[in-house]
């Protein structure tokens, strides 16, 4: 049997669970006070903050599968910001349905 990461072992505790979600809040309120400063804080924080978030909270994870649903265009950005499997998945089935749709048609 594998063994357990630290981080998976630590995660399976309900206090480091709410402690890393309340992490993830505050680096996602942090990244748009820092957005100003130079460098790409913005893109780093957020999206850091977003994964921590969704990772730790059944909660946030139903929050953005509705925001996706919502706004499939933004959600279409974090989810490359956060490089998500979902994404790429998302992105091949895309792919493959546009290269069927243009393969059956006959000298349109």
Avoid: C, T
Avoid at 32 to 61: E, R, V
Avoid at 69 to 81: E, F, N, S, V
Avoid at 94 to 101: G, I, M, V
């Amino acid at each position: 049997m594998a063994k357990r990461s630290l981080y998976q072992r630590l995660r399976s505790n309900a206090q480091v669970r709410l402690a890393l979600f309340l992490l993830g809040l505050l680096l996602m309120v942090a990244a748009p006070l820092l957005g100003p400063l130079p460098g790409p804080g913005f893109i780093i924080l957020f999206p850091a903050g977003l994964m921590l978030a969704l990772q730790n909270s059944a909660w946030a994870k139903r929050v953005y599968v509705r925001f996706k649903r919502r706004h499939p265009r933004y959600a279409g950005w974090m989810d490359r910001l956060m490089r998500r499997v979902s994404a790429a998945r998302k992105r091949e089935r895309e792919a493959l349905a546009a290269d069927s749709h243009g393969k059956g048609r006959d000298g349109d």
